[in-house]
Protein backbone atom coordinates (compact mmCIF):
# COMPACT_ATOMS: atom_id res chain seq x y z
CA UNK A 1 0.00 0.00 0.00
CA UNK A 2 2.84 2.22 1.00
CA UNK A 3 4.61 1.51 -2.71
CA UNK A 4 1.57 2.46 -4.34
CA UNK A 5 1.29 5.70 -2.43
CA UNK A 6 4.14 6.56 -2.83
CA UNK A 7 3.64 6.44 -6.68
CA UNK A 8 0.73 9.18 -6.41
CA UNK A 9 3.52 11.86 -5.68
CA UNK A 10 3.71 13.16 -8.73
CA UNK A 11 -0.17 13.77 -9.12
CA UNK A 12 0.10 14.98 -5.46
CA UNK A 13 2.71 18.26 -6.21
CA UNK A 14 1.16 18.61 -9.47
CA UNK A 15 -1.79 19.61 -8.08
CA UNK A 16 0.23 21.59 -5.59
CA UNK A 17 1.38 23.23 -8.25
CA UNK A 18 -1.70 24.73 -10.07
CA UNK A 19 -3.62 25.75 -6.54
CA UNK A 20 -5.41 22.91 -5.64
CA UNK A 21 -5.48 22.88 -1.93
CA UNK A 22 -5.64 19.18 -0.69
CA UNK A 23 -6.05 19.84 3.13
CA UNK A 24 -8.01 22.33 4.89
CA UNK A 25 -5.59 25.00 6.13
CA UNK A 26 -4.05 23.58 9.24
CA UNK A 27 -4.52 20.49 9.06
CA UNK A 28 -1.80 17.60 8.64
CA UNK A 29 -0.91 13.88 8.99
CA UNK A 30 1.53 14.17 11.82
CA UNK A 31 1.92 10.49 11.82
CA UNK A 32 2.69 9.81 8.49
CA UNK A 33 5.12 12.75 9.02
CA UNK A 34 6.76 10.55 11.94
CA UNK A 35 6.70 7.26 10.34
CA UNK A 36 8.46 8.81 7.19
CA UNK A 37 11.28 10.20 9.35
CA UNK A 38 11.49 7.00 11.41
CA UNK A 39 11.77 5.16 8.04
CA UNK A 40 13.82 7.34 6.53
CA UNK A 41 16.07 7.19 9.44
CA UNK A 42 16.57 3.77 9.25
CA UNK A 43 17.33 3.95 5.42
CA UNK A 44 13.85 2.21 4.85
CA UNK A 45 13.64 4.51 1.47
CA UNK A 46 10.69 2.51 -0.18
CA UNK A 47 8.71 2.63 3.31
CA UNK A 48 9.82 6.93 3.48
CA UNK A 49 8.38 7.57 0.00
CA UNK A 50 5.04 6.07 1.28
CA UNK A 51 4.68 7.72 4.08
CA UNK A 52 6.16 10.87 2.98
CA UNK A 53 3.50 10.55 0.26
CA UNK A 54 0.57 10.10 2.59
CA UNK A 55 1.65 13.35 4.41
CA UNK A 56 1.35 14.99 1.73
CA UNK A 57 -1.97 13.90 1.37
CA UNK A 58 -2.64 16.34 4.08
CA UNK A 59 -0.19 18.89 3.79
CA UNK A 60 0.94 19.51 -0.25
CA UNK A 61 2.61 22.91 0.30
CA UNK A 62 5.14 21.11 2.83
CA UNK A 63 8.31 21.95 2.35
CA UNK A 64 9.68 19.57 4.61
CA UNK A 65 7.73 17.39 3.35
CA UNK A 66 8.56 17.48 -0.03
CA UNK A 67 12.45 17.98 1.07
CA UNK A 68 12.06 14.28 2.74
CA UNK A 69 10.24 12.88 -0.60
CA UNK A 70 12.68 14.13 -2.71
CA UNK A 71 15.28 11.99 -1.08
CA UNK A 72 13.24 9.11 -0.44
CA UNK A 73 12.55 9.27 -3.99
CA UNK A 74 16.16 9.66 -5.18
CA UNK A 75 17.38 6.62 -2.48
CA UNK A 76 14.80 4.53 -4.20
CA UNK A 77 16.01 5.54 -7.94
CA UNK A 78 12.48 7.20 -9.13
CA UNK A 79 14.17 10.28 -10.40
CA UNK A 80 10.94 11.16 -12.17
CA UNK A 81 8.46 11.74 -9.20
CA UNK A 82 11.78 13.03 -7.09
CA UNK A 83 12.23 15.92 -10.43
CA UNK A 84 8.31 16.74 -9.88
CA UNK A 85 8.56 17.53 -6.23
CA UNK A 86 11.64 19.10 -6.98
CA UNK A 87 9.92 21.44 -9.40
CA UNK A 88 7.60 22.26 -6.36
CA UNK A 89 9.33 22.56 -4.15
CA UNK A 90 11.35 25.44 -6.11
CA UNK A 91 7.95 27.02 -6.59
CA UNK A 92 7.17 27.56 -3.47
CA UNK A 93 10.44 29.39 -2.80
CA UNK A 94 12.68 30.18 0.29
CA UNK A 95 16.09 28.45 0.22
CA UNK A 96 17.44 26.71 -2.58
CA UNK A 97 16.92 22.54 -1.97
CA UNK A 98 20.46 20.69 -2.90
CA UNK A 99 18.49 17.64 -2.79
CA UNK A 100 15.87 19.05 -5.32
CA UNK A 101 18.83 20.85 -7.48
CA UNK A 102 20.51 16.63 -7.90
CA UNK A 103 16.89 15.88 -9.13
CA UNK A 104 16.50 18.76 -11.59
CA UNK A 105 20.16 18.30 -12.77
CA UNK A 106 19.49 15.16 -13.41
CA UNK A 107 16.22 15.71 -15.82
CA UNK A 108 18.30 18.36 -17.51
CA UNK A 109 20.86 15.97 -18.40
CA UNK A 110 18.61 13.55 -19.05
CA UNK A 111 16.76 15.64 -21.92
CA UNK A 112 20.49 17.17 -23.08
CA UNK A 113 18.67 20.43 -22.51
CA UNK A 114 22.47 21.87 -21.82
CA UNK A 115 21.53 25.15 -22.02
CA UNK A 116 19.02 25.13 -19.27
CA UNK A 117 21.72 23.17 -17.02
CA UNK A 118 24.38 25.82 -17.77
CA UNK A 119 21.77 28.65 -16.87
CA UNK A 120 21.13 26.91 -13.43
CA UNK A 121 24.56 27.31 -12.42
CA UNK A 122 24.89 30.42 -13.34
CA UNK A 123 21.89 31.30 -11.28
CA UNK A 124 23.16 29.80 -8.27
CA UNK A 125 22.90 25.59 -8.63
CA UNK A 126 25.61 24.45 -6.08
CA UNK A 127 26.46 20.58 -5.58
CA UNK A 128 30.31 20.74 -4.75
CA UNK A 129 32.81 22.79 -6.49
CA UNK A 130 34.25 19.28 -8.17
CA UNK A 131 30.75 17.88 -9.56
CA UNK A 132 29.86 21.81 -10.69
CA UNK A 133 32.99 22.01 -12.21
CA UNK A 134 32.69 19.14 -14.23
CA UNK A 135 29.24 18.59 -15.01
CA UNK A 136 29.57 22.32 -16.24
CA UNK A 137 32.33 21.21 -18.76
CA UNK A 138 30.46 18.14 -19.94
CA UNK A 139 27.73 20.52 -20.62
CA UNK A 140 29.93 23.07 -22.89
CA UNK A 141 30.92 19.29 -24.93
CA UNK A 142 27.20 18.95 -25.43
CA UNK A 143 26.75 22.36 -26.71
CA UNK A 144 29.74 22.01 -29.45
CA UNK A 145 31.57 24.07 -27.39
CA UNK A 146 34.68 22.35 -27.28
CA UNK A 147 37.80 24.80 -26.34
CA UNK A 148 35.47 25.98 -23.51
CA UNK A 149 34.89 22.60 -22.19
CA UNK A 150 38.68 21.93 -22.31
CA UNK A 151 39.52 24.75 -20.48
CA UNK A 152 37.09 24.15 -18.07
CA UNK A 153 38.79 20.36 -17.27
CA UNK A 154 41.82 21.99 -17.41
CA UNK A 155 40.71 24.59 -14.52
CA UNK A 156 40.09 21.21 -12.29
CA UNK A 157 43.16 19.23 -13.26
CA UNK A 158 44.78 22.85 -11.52
CA UNK A 159 43.20 22.24 -8.03
CA UNK A 160 44.94 20.98 -5.48
CA UNK A 161 43.51 17.23 -4.46
CA UNK A 162 41.47 16.90 -7.98
CA UNK A 163 44.07 16.93 -10.91
CA UNK A 164 43.33 12.97 -11.36
CA UNK A 165 39.70 13.89 -12.03
CA UNK A 166 39.94 16.66 -14.53
CA UNK A 167 42.37 14.83 -16.66
CA UNK A 168 40.36 11.59 -16.23
CA UNK A 169 37.54 13.20 -17.81
CA UNK A 170 39.23 15.40 -19.89
CA UNK A 171 40.58 12.49 -21.71
CA UNK A 172 37.08 10.83 -21.51
CA UNK A 173 35.55 13.72 -23.05
CA UNK A 174 38.68 14.02 -26.09
CA UNK A 175 37.86 10.53 -26.84
CA UNK A 176 33.97 10.79 -26.99
CA UNK A 177 34.58 13.62 -29.88
CA UNK A 178 37.53 11.38 -31.80
CA UNK A 179 40.16 12.69 -30.68
CA UNK A 180 41.93 9.22 -29.66
CA UNK A 181 45.74 10.18 -29.52
CA UNK A 182 45.08 13.31 -27.47
CA UNK A 183 43.06 10.91 -24.81
CA UNK A 184 45.80 8.37 -25.03
CA UNK A 185 48.29 10.71 -24.30
CA UNK A 186 46.78 11.75 -20.89
CA UNK A 187 45.36 8.09 -19.63
CA UNK A 188 49.13 6.46 -20.63
CA UNK A 189 51.06 9.77 -18.64
CA UNK A 190 52.98 11.23 -21.30
CA UNK A 191 50.56 14.33 -21.12
CA UNK A 192 51.07 15.36 -17.79
CA UNK A 193 52.49 12.38 -15.69
CA UNK A 194 50.38 9.06 -14.55
CA UNK A 195 47.84 9.34 -13.32
CA UNK A 196 45.37 7.11 -11.17
CA UNK A 197 42.35 5.40 -12.71
CA UNK A 198 39.84 2.55 -11.49
CA UNK A 199 39.23 -0.38 -13.69
CA UNK A 200 36.35 1.34 -16.11
CA UNK A 201 39.27 4.00 -16.58
CA UNK A 202 41.86 1.00 -17.71
CA UNK A 203 39.03 -0.23 -20.20
CA UNK A 204 38.50 3.05 -21.27
CA UNK A 205 42.15 3.34 -22.42
CA UNK A 206 41.92 -0.18 -23.60
CA UNK A 207 39.17 0.96 -26.23
CA UNK A 208 40.81 3.88 -27.16
CA UNK A 209 44.02 2.04 -28.11
CA UNK A 210 42.07 -0.09 -29.90
CA UNK A 211 40.60 3.04 -31.89
CA UNK A 212 43.88 3.85 -32.93
CA UNK A 213 44.47 0.02 -34.58
CA UNK A 214 47.03 -0.64 -31.56
CA UNK A 215 44.91 -3.80 -30.06
CA UNK A 216 48.22 -5.59 -29.02
CA UNK A 217 48.91 -2.72 -26.62
CA UNK A 218 45.44 -2.45 -25.22
CA UNK A 219 45.56 -6.45 -24.56
CA UNK A 220 49.28 -6.08 -22.69
CA UNK A 221 47.65 -2.97 -20.61
CA UNK A 222 44.49 -5.33 -19.50
CA UNK A 223 47.48 -8.01 -18.63
CA UNK A 224 49.33 -5.80 -16.78
CA UNK A 225 46.44 -4.56 -14.91
CA UNK A 226 44.90 -7.85 -14.57
CA UNK A 227 46.54 -10.16 -15.07
CA UNK A 228 46.00 -13.22 -16.95
CA UNK A 229 43.70 -15.28 -15.24
CA UNK A 230 40.28 -16.10 -16.11
CA UNK A 231 37.87 -13.30 -15.91
CA UNK A 232 34.19 -13.03 -16.81
CA UNK A 233 34.38 -9.15 -17.31
CA UNK A 234 38.00 -8.81 -19.36
CA UNK A 235 37.50 -12.17 -21.13
CA UNK A 236 35.20 -11.50 -23.92
CA UNK A 237 37.18 -8.08 -24.45
CA UNK A 238 41.02 -9.91 -24.83
CA UNK A 239 39.21 -12.22 -27.39
CA UNK A 240 37.81 -9.19 -29.47
CA UNK A 241 40.59 -7.64 -29.26
CA UNK A 242 43.10 -10.69 -29.84
CA UNK A 243 40.85 -11.32 -33.14
CA UNK A 244 42.02 -8.22 -34.16
CA UNK A 245 38.37 -6.73 -33.75
CA UNK A 246 38.29 -3.04 -33.29
CA UNK A 247 36.58 -2.22 -29.86
CA UNK A 248 33.77 1.24 -30.32
CA UNK A 249 34.47 3.42 -27.48
CA UNK A 250 31.44 2.99 -25.43
CA UNK A 251 32.63 4.07 -21.90
CA UNK A 252 31.70 7.74 -22.71
CA UNK A 253 29.08 8.42 -26.12
CA UNK A 254 27.58 11.60 -25.44
CA UNK A 255 27.78 14.39 -23.00
CA UNK A 256 24.43 12.72 -21.14
CA UNK A 257 26.67 10.18 -20.63
CA UNK A 258 29.71 12.33 -19.76
CA UNK A 259 27.61 13.59 -17.06
CA UNK A 260 26.72 10.05 -15.81
CA UNK A 261 30.65 9.42 -15.71
CA UNK A 262 30.80 12.15 -12.75
CA UNK A 263 28.34 11.33 -10.84
CA UNK A 264 30.17 7.91 -10.68
CA UNK A 265 33.38 8.78 -10.61
CA UNK A 266 32.41 11.07 -7.65
CA UNK A 267 30.82 8.13 -6.23
CA UNK A 268 34.15 6.04 -5.96
CA UNK A 269 35.37 8.83 -4.35
CA UNK A 270 32.91 8.72 -1.19
CA UNK A 271 32.52 5.38 -1.07
CA UNK A 272 33.27 4.42 2.65
CA UNK A 273 34.53 8.05 3.14
CA UNK A 274 30.84 10.49 3.00
CA UNK A 275 27.08 8.97 4.39
CA UNK A 276 26.52 5.93 2.21
CA UNK A 277 23.39 7.88 1.23
CA UNK A 278 24.80 11.00 -0.05
CA UNK A 279 27.15 8.41 -1.90
CA UNK A 280 23.79 6.25 -3.61
CA UNK A 281 22.15 9.81 -4.41
CA UNK A 282 24.83 10.31 -6.78
CA UNK A 283 24.95 6.79 -7.97
CA UNK A 284 21.27 7.12 -8.68
CA UNK A 285 21.88 9.75 -10.92
CA UNK A 286 24.57 7.82 -12.69
CA UNK A 287 22.43 5.38 -13.20
CA UNK A 288 19.20 7.38 -14.27
CA UNK A 289 21.62 9.00 -16.60
CA UNK A 290 22.76 5.93 -17.87
CA UNK A 291 20.93 2.97 -17.38
CA UNK A 292 23.05 0.32 -18.79
CA UNK A 293 26.45 1.63 -16.53
CA UNK A 294 27.06 -1.50 -15.47
CA UNK A 295 29.54 -0.26 -12.97
CA UNK A 296 27.61 2.15 -11.29
CA UNK A 297 24.54 -0.43 -10.65
CA UNK A 298 27.16 -2.87 -9.08
CA UNK A 299 28.20 -0.12 -6.88
CA UNK A 300 24.61 0.88 -5.98
CA UNK A 301 23.88 -2.82 -4.82
CA UNK A 302 26.65 -2.65 -2.60
CA UNK A 303 25.91 0.49 -0.77
CA UNK A 304 22.75 -0.52 -0.30
CA UNK A 305 23.43 -3.68 1.00
CA UNK A 306 25.70 -1.26 3.15
CA UNK A 307 22.52 0.34 4.57
CA UNK A 308 20.67 -2.78 5.35
CA UNK A 309 18.43 -2.65 2.34
CA UNK A 310 19.02 -5.89 1.33
CA UNK A 311 15.64 -6.01 -0.60
CA UNK A 312 16.40 -2.85 -2.99
CA UNK A 313 19.91 -4.89 -3.59
CA UNK A 314 18.83 -8.41 -4.75
CA UNK A 315 16.69 -6.01 -6.85
CA UNK A 316 19.44 -4.09 -8.32
CA UNK A 317 21.50 -7.15 -8.67
CA UNK A 318 18.82 -8.56 -10.61
CA UNK A 319 19.06 -5.89 -13.09
CA UNK A 320 21.48 -7.99 -15.10
CA UNK A 321 20.87 -10.11 -17.99
CA UNK A 322 23.01 -13.46 -17.63
CA UNK A 323 24.96 -12.16 -20.98
CA UNK A 324 26.00 -9.06 -19.45
CA UNK A 325 29.68 -9.77 -18.80
CA UNK A 326 28.89 -7.99 -15.23
CA UNK A 327 26.63 -10.91 -14.60
CA UNK A 328 29.17 -13.11 -12.78
CA UNK A 329 29.06 -10.31 -10.19
CA UNK A 330 25.92 -9.38 -10.09
CA UNK A 331 25.00 -13.07 -9.14
CA UNK A 332 27.19 -13.44 -6.36
CA UNK A 333 26.57 -10.15 -5.04
CA UNK A 334 22.57 -11.47 -5.54
CA UNK A 335 23.44 -14.39 -3.24
CA UNK A 336 24.98 -12.48 -0.55
CA UNK A 337 22.24 -10.00 -0.12
CA UNK A 338 19.63 -13.08 0.01
CA UNK A 339 21.26 -14.65 2.73
CA UNK A 340 21.17 -11.26 4.21
CA UNK A 341 17.45 -11.42 4.18
CA UNK A 342 17.04 -14.73 5.77
CA UNK A 343 17.02 -16.70 2.12
CA UNK A 344 20.24 -18.90 2.67
CA UNK A 345 18.70 -21.76 0.72
CA UNK A 346 18.24 -19.23 -2.21
CA UNK A 347 21.45 -18.04 -2.05
CA UNK A 348 22.98 -21.40 -2.39
CA UNK A 349 20.93 -22.27 -4.92
CA UNK A 350 21.70 -18.65 -7.00
CA UNK A 351 25.84 -19.85 -6.65
CA UNK A 352 25.39 -23.37 -7.60
CA UNK A 353 23.56 -22.18 -10.72
CA UNK A 354 26.12 -19.74 -10.81
CA UNK A 355 28.62 -22.88 -10.98
CA UNK A 356 27.11 -24.75 -13.24
CA UNK A 357 26.98 -21.62 -15.99
CA UNK A 358 30.22 -20.17 -14.86
CA UNK A 359 32.90 -22.73 -12.90
CA UNK A 360 35.14 -22.08 -14.61
CA UNK A 361 35.84 -18.87 -12.36
CA UNK A 362 37.63 -19.13 -9.31
CA UNK A 363 35.43 -16.09 -7.95
CA UNK A 364 32.19 -18.44 -8.45
CA UNK A 365 33.89 -21.35 -6.28
CA UNK A 366 35.49 -19.03 -4.10
CA UNK A 367 32.13 -17.35 -2.97
CA UNK A 368 30.27 -20.69 -3.17
CA UNK A 369 32.21 -22.43 -0.74
CA UNK A 370 31.86 -19.34 1.76
CA UNK A 371 28.48 -19.68 1.60
CA UNK A 372 28.38 -23.35 2.19
CA UNK A 373 30.91 -22.81 4.87
CA UNK A 374 28.96 -20.29 6.89
CA UNK A 375 25.95 -22.42 6.38
CA UNK A 376 27.49 -25.65 7.96
CA UNK A 377 27.43 -27.53 4.93
CA UNK A 378 31.26 -28.16 5.72
CA UNK A 379 31.64 -31.48 3.08
CA UNK A 380 30.06 -29.26 0.10
CA UNK A 381 32.23 -26.14 1.19
CA UNK A 382 35.45 -28.57 1.04
CA UNK A 383 34.33 -29.45 -2.43
CA UNK A 384 33.94 -26.22 -3.64
CA UNK A 385 37.30 -24.67 -2.16
CA UNK A 386 38.93 -27.32 -3.39
CA UNK A 387 37.93 -26.64 -7.22
CA UNK A 388 38.49 -22.98 -6.47
CA UNK A 389 42.42 -24.07 -5.63
CA UNK A 390 42.67 -26.29 -8.60
CA UNK A 391 41.88 -23.09 -10.89
CA UNK A 392 44.53 -21.14 -9.60
CA UNK A 393 47.28 -20.56 -12.33
CA UNK A 394 49.93 -20.54 -10.15
CA UNK A 395 49.58 -20.77 -5.92
CA UNK A 396 50.96 -17.37 -4.26
CA UNK A 397 50.93 -16.24 -0.98
CA UNK A 398 47.25 -14.25 -1.30
CA UNK A 399 46.30 -17.70 -2.05
CA UNK A 400 46.50 -18.74 1.70
CA UNK A 401 43.04 -17.90 2.96
CA UNK A 402 41.60 -20.65 -0.06
CA UNK A 403 43.36 -23.09 2.39
CA UNK A 404 42.29 -21.84 5.31
CA UNK A 405 38.95 -22.07 4.65
CA UNK A 406 39.08 -25.48 3.35
CA UNK A 407 40.80 -26.21 6.39
CA UNK A 408 37.90 -25.23 8.26
CA UNK A 409 35.68 -27.35 6.53
CA UNK A 410 37.67 -30.34 7.20
CA UNK A 411 37.85 -29.36 11.03
CA UNK A 412 34.84 -29.03 11.19
CA UNK A 413 33.90 -31.60 9.23
CA UNK A 414 36.15 -34.06 11.96
CA UNK A 415 39.27 -34.96 8.92
CA UNK A 416 41.82 -33.12 11.28
CA UNK A 417 44.58 -35.06 9.29
CA UNK A 418 43.57 -32.61 6.12
CA UNK A 419 42.45 -29.76 8.21
CA UNK A 420 46.02 -29.40 9.71
CA UNK A 421 47.73 -29.95 6.14
CA UNK A 422 45.87 -27.37 4.49
CA UNK A 423 46.45 -25.09 7.83
CA UNK A 424 50.79 -25.88 7.35
CA UNK A 425 49.81 -25.10 3.53
CA UNK A 426 48.27 -21.88 4.41
CA UNK A 427 51.09 -21.15 6.81
CA UNK A 428 53.59 -22.06 4.25
CA UNK A 429 52.18 -19.11 2.19
CA UNK A 430 51.99 -16.63 4.63
CA UNK A 431 53.59 -17.57 7.38
CA UNK A 432 52.80 -15.08 10.19
CA UNK A 433 48.66 -14.71 9.47
CA UNK A 434 47.47 -14.97 13.11
CA UNK A 435 44.63 -16.27 11.94
CA UNK A 436 45.85 -19.33 10.89
CA UNK A 437 48.20 -19.64 13.51
CA UNK A 438 45.46 -19.04 16.06
CA UNK A 439 43.46 -21.77 14.53
CA UNK A 440 46.05 -24.22 13.71
CA UNK A 441 47.21 -23.59 17.68
CA UNK A 442 44.31 -23.65 19.22
CA UNK A 443 43.13 -26.97 17.26
CA UNK A 444 46.62 -28.80 18.36
CA UNK A 445 45.70 -26.95 21.73
CA UNK A 446 42.61 -28.70 21.83
CA UNK A 447 43.20 -32.05 20.97
CA UNK A 448 46.37 -32.18 23.05
CA UNK A 449 49.02 -32.58 20.16
CA UNK A 450 52.27 -30.88 19.95
CA UNK A 451 51.27 -28.40 22.48
CA UNK A 452 54.49 -26.48 22.61
CA UNK A 453 54.68 -26.02 18.94
CA UNK A 454 51.05 -25.11 19.00
CA UNK A 455 51.61 -22.76 22.18
CA UNK A 456 54.23 -20.87 19.47
CA UNK A 457 51.56 -20.92 17.81
CA UNK A 458 49.45 -18.87 19.93
CA UNK A 459 52.04 -16.59 20.80
CA UNK A 460 52.99 -15.29 17.22
CA UNK A 461 49.24 -14.99 16.74
CA UNK A 462 49.07 -12.80 19.66
CA UNK A 463 52.09 -10.65 18.52
CA UNK A 464 50.70 -10.04 15.67
CA UNK A 465 47.15 -9.27 16.56
CA UNK A 466 47.04 -8.48 20.50
CA UNK A 467 43.49 -6.94 20.55
CA UNK A 468 41.59 -10.36 19.51
CA UNK A 469 39.83 -11.87 22.78
CA UNK A 470 39.05 -15.19 20.68
CA UNK A 471 43.17 -15.38 20.15
CA UNK A 472 44.00 -14.46 23.87
CA UNK A 473 41.59 -16.73 24.79
CA UNK A 474 43.73 -19.59 23.06
CA UNK A 475 46.82 -18.50 24.51
CA UNK A 476 44.90 -18.81 28.06
CA UNK A 477 43.78 -22.09 26.54
CA UNK A 478 47.28 -23.19 25.51
CA UNK A 479 48.38 -22.51 29.14
CA UNK A 480 45.39 -24.62 30.81
CA UNK A 481 46.09 -27.78 28.70
CA UNK A 482 49.60 -27.76 29.74
CA UNK A 483 48.80 -27.48 33.41
CA UNK A 484 49.97 -23.95 34.03
CA UNK A 485 47.13 -22.57 35.58
CA UNK A 486 48.13 -19.56 37.27
CA UNK A 487 49.84 -18.38 33.93
CA UNK A 488 46.24 -19.02 31.97
CA UNK A 489 44.81 -16.47 34.68
CA UNK A 490 45.78 -13.38 33.02
CA UNK A 491 44.84 -13.94 29.15
CA UNK A 492 41.98 -15.22 30.13
CA UNK A 493 40.39 -12.33 31.97
CA UNK A 494 41.32 -10.23 28.80
CA UNK A 495 39.83 -12.20 26.59
CA UNK A 496 36.96 -12.01 28.61
CA UNK A 497 37.14 -8.24 28.77
CA UNK A 498 37.42 -8.40 25.60
CA UNK A 499 34.89 -10.82 24.35
CA UNK A 500 32.71 -10.28 27.35
CA UNK A 501 29.69 -12.07 25.72
CA UNK A 502 31.29 -14.96 23.70
CA UNK A 503 30.14 -18.58 25.60
CA UNK A 504 33.74 -20.68 24.63
CA UNK A 505 35.66 -17.36 26.46
CA UNK A 506 33.35 -17.09 29.27
CA UNK A 507 33.04 -21.31 29.87
CA UNK A 508 36.95 -21.22 29.63
CA UNK A 509 37.20 -18.45 31.78
CA UNK A 510 35.46 -20.54 34.41
CA UNK A 511 37.51 -23.66 33.80
CA UNK A 512 40.51 -21.71 34.53
CA UNK A 513 39.07 -20.11 37.90
CA UNK A 514 37.80 -23.70 38.66
CA UNK A 515 41.44 -24.83 38.88
CA UNK A 516 42.95 -22.03 40.80
CA UNK A 517 40.58 -22.25 43.53
CA UNK A 518 37.93 -19.69 42.85
CA UNK A 519 35.07 -22.51 42.35
CA UNK A 520 32.28 -19.65 43.46
CA UNK A 521 33.48 -17.61 40.34
CA UNK A 522 33.95 -20.19 38.07
CA UNK A 523 30.16 -21.69 38.97
CA UNK A 524 29.01 -17.63 37.97
CA UNK A 525 30.99 -17.66 34.96
CA UNK A 526 29.42 -21.32 33.70
CA UNK A 527 25.87 -19.66 34.48
CA UNK A 528 27.07 -16.36 32.30
CA UNK A 529 28.24 -18.73 29.64
CA UNK A 530 25.06 -20.53 29.74
CA UNK A 531 23.16 -17.09 28.90
CA UNK A 532 25.19 -16.86 25.51
CA UNK A 533 23.37 -19.70 23.40
CA UNK A 534 26.26 -22.13 23.36
CA UNK A 535 26.05 -25.16 21.30
CA UNK A 536 24.14 -27.94 22.37
CA UNK A 537 27.15 -29.77 23.16
CA UNK A 538 28.64 -27.36 25.31
CA UNK A 539 25.87 -26.33 27.29
CA UNK A 540 25.07 -29.70 28.39
CA UNK A 541 28.94 -30.04 29.48
CA UNK A 542 28.28 -26.85 31.26
CA UNK A 543 25.49 -28.14 33.27
CA UNK A 544 27.24 -31.36 34.27
CA UNK A 545 30.14 -29.45 35.23
CA UNK A 546 27.90 -27.13 37.39
CA UNK A 547 26.19 -30.15 38.74
CA UNK A 548 29.66 -32.11 39.66
CA UNK A 549 32.49 -29.95 39.06
CA UNK A 550 34.76 -29.49 36.73
CA UNK A 551 37.47 -32.20 37.96
CA UNK A 552 34.60 -34.49 38.13
CA UNK A 553 33.75 -34.03 34.41
CA UNK A 554 37.59 -34.76 33.20
CA UNK A 555 37.60 -37.35 35.27
CA UNK A 556 34.92 -38.60 33.37
CA UNK A 557 35.79 -37.59 30.20
CA UNK A 558 39.41 -38.88 30.27
CA UNK A 559 37.55 -42.69 31.40
CA UNK A 560 35.43 -42.31 28.29
CA UNK A 561 38.87 -41.81 26.40
CA UNK A 562 40.04 -44.86 27.85
Do not use: C
Not at 356 to 368: E, I, K, T
Amino acid sequence: MLHIVSRTLTALVLAAAIGSPLRAEGEGDAGAYLAARVAESQNDFRAAAGWYGKAILSDSGNPQLLEGAILAELANGNLAIATEAARILKALGGETSQLGEFALLADEASREDYAALLVSFDAGRDLGDLVDELVIAWAKVGEGKMSEALATFDAVTQTNGLEAFGYYHKALALASVGDFEGADAILSGRAAGPIFVMRRGIFAHAQILSQLERNADAVALLDRSFGTGPDPIIDPVRRRLEAGEPLPFETVRSARDGIAEVFYTVSTALNGDADAVYTLLHLRVAGFLRPDHSDALLLTADVLESLGQHQLAVDTYALFPAEDPSYVSAEIGRAGSLRSLGKSDAAIEALQSLARSHGGYLGVQFALGDILRMEERFDEAEIAYGAAIDLLPEITERDWVLFFYRGISHEQSKDWDAAEADFRRALELNPSQPQVLNYLGYGLVDRGEKLDEALGMIERAVAADPNKGYIIDSLAWAYFRLGRYEEALEPMERASLLEPVDPIVTDHLGDVYWMVGRKLEAQFQWRRALSFDPTEKDAERILRKLDIGLDAVMAEEAGDAN
